[in-house]
């Protein structure tokens, strides 16, 4: 297994790209399944998550060329409507094929998903938007089975937002006969950059962004040629390792309105953030001390539950005790362990933590648990006033973060990726 090593104490200076955003080209990957014409993707990060879809489309009948920043994706010579576990359990967002296949095909059989060990994500939100659109849904062996000849539109209640679940009734909704409205959808920017792209395809789809979604269908869906919007998190995780390690970072092609809580919270501990052009611009002093805030995720536009890990090392670093409240999933402090190893002074009740920050980080190995929480362990590594930090299993982070260590190095932190370690 591959490690980042991190040699702290180096304040940042200097620009980078942000990437496309991983959360908004997976579905529209998937959406790819609704035209048999060949889709073309720009601005696609290099990410795990991307070759993993691509393995998985591929399997399900369809001709794939992934060449990041450039995605093609066309009709095969044969369908196959069956997504197996062996990809599945990989990433869950692979059930994000389910919407489409039982949309397109008039049957499905999908391995129920895997992904991050951040607590249970169950699809039954999925599964219910897909019964009122007409399907027959059964679990069986560890897989989803949904038949319909023809889906047709009906109102969609969740009872929660869910962005998954969102995304997969909006794909099946676009192939079905007549109106669906979904009601307390997740209004997530990626949901938003879905329904522009089923839009480009030919349904027409209304709200998208909002709590309420209008899709009419259509018999067919053509191709499209789109390019990916930027990645919020990614902007918000290097906004975060700015603020942490200190300096002047520039970040290209930022999508800082998409990050308005994020940006409220570290300009209240002190931090300069600004707007220049489609850039964003970070500044710290390190010498200065930063306020303590507290923190609670929510759904968008709330503070993002994929960048709790993050705001936590920094407020290791503020002079106080700051409260984070996680409310999106159950067991996602993970990394609080870690950080403990590296010299944090954090209390966990739950749902809450404690930050008790002001104390200097030391360098220490440890282990990523999870995407985010691999994240924050790297810029945890780059406050450590005295040693190295390893990062192990970093095939977590590889999963969300296109080359971030080499960002990092551009910038002028010490963080190189030393191949094949054990770990």
């Known amino acids: 297994m591959d490690v980042i090593r991190i040699r702290g104490g180096k304040q940042l ?6 990437s496309g955003a991983k959360n908004a080209a997976l579905p529209i990957l998937c959406a790819t399944l609704l035209s048999d014409g060949e889709s073309i993707l720009r601005n696609v990060p290099a990410l795990k998550d991307i070759e993993t879809t691509g393995e998985l489309l591929r399997v399900l009948g369809r001709n794939v060329m992934v060449d990041p920043p450039l995605v093609r994706v066309a009709g095969g010579p044969e369908a196959n409507p069956e997504a197996p576990y062996e990809l599945v359990k990989q990433m869950r967002a692979s059930v994000l094929v389910l919407g489409p296949l039982v949309a397109r095909y008039g049957r499905a059989k999908v391995s129920l998903p895997g992904g991050c060990q951040i607590g249970s994500r ?22 989803i089975h949904a038949e319909c000849k023809r889906l047709r539109g009906a109102e969609v209640v969740f009872d929660m937002p869910t962005v998954t679940g969102t995304e997969n009734i909006m ?9 669906t409205t979904l009601v307390n959808c997740a209004r997530e920017p990626e949901v938003e950059e879905l329904g522009r792209v089923l839009n480009k395809m030919g349904a027409r789809v209304d709200g998208a962004g909002t709590d309420v979604i209008h899709i009419e269908g259509r018999d067919e869906l053509d191709p499209f040629d789109h390019a990916i919007i930027s990645d919020r998190i990614e902007t918000g995780t290097y906004m975060v390792a700015a603020a942490a390690a200190g300096g002047d970072v520039l970040l290209e092609n930022a999508p800082l309105e998409d990050l308005e809580a994020v940006v409220s919270k570290l300009r209240a501990t002190g931090v300069e953030v600004g707007r220049e052009g489609d850039c ?24 993002p539950t994929d960048m709790q890990a993050q705001f936590m090392v920094l407020m290791c670093l503020a002079r106080g005790t700051s409260r984070i409240v996680e409310t999106i999933f159950e067991n996602r402090f993970m990394h609080v362990p870690e950080l403990r190893r590296m010299g944090a002074e954090i209390d966990t009740d739950g749902h809450t933590a404690h930050v008790h920050g002001g104390r200097p980080l030391s360098g220490a190995k440890v282990m990523a648990t999870d995407l985010r929480a691999s994240a924050s362990l790297v810029i945890a590594g780059l406050l450590a006033t005295e040693g ?8 977590h982070l590889d999963r969300g973060y296109e080359y971030m260590e080499r960002k990092l190095a551009q910038l002028g932190a010490d963080t190189v990726r030393i191949k094949g370690q054990p770990g």
Do not use: C, W
């Open 171 to 179: 794909m099946a909704a676009a192939l079905a006969k007549g109106r």
């Open 122 to 143: 169950p699809v039954d939100q999925h599964l219910k938007g897909l019964e009122a659109l007409g399907a027959t849904i059964r679990l069986s062996n560890g897989y």
């Open 280 to 303: 964003v611009r970070i500044r710290r002093d390190p010498d200065r001390p930063l306020r303590p805030v507290d923190v609670m995720t929510a759904p968008h536009p709330g503070f």
């Open 13 to 18: 200076q200097g620009k980078i790209r942000v």
């Open 388 to 395: 190295e930090t390893e990062v192990l299993r970093v095939y």
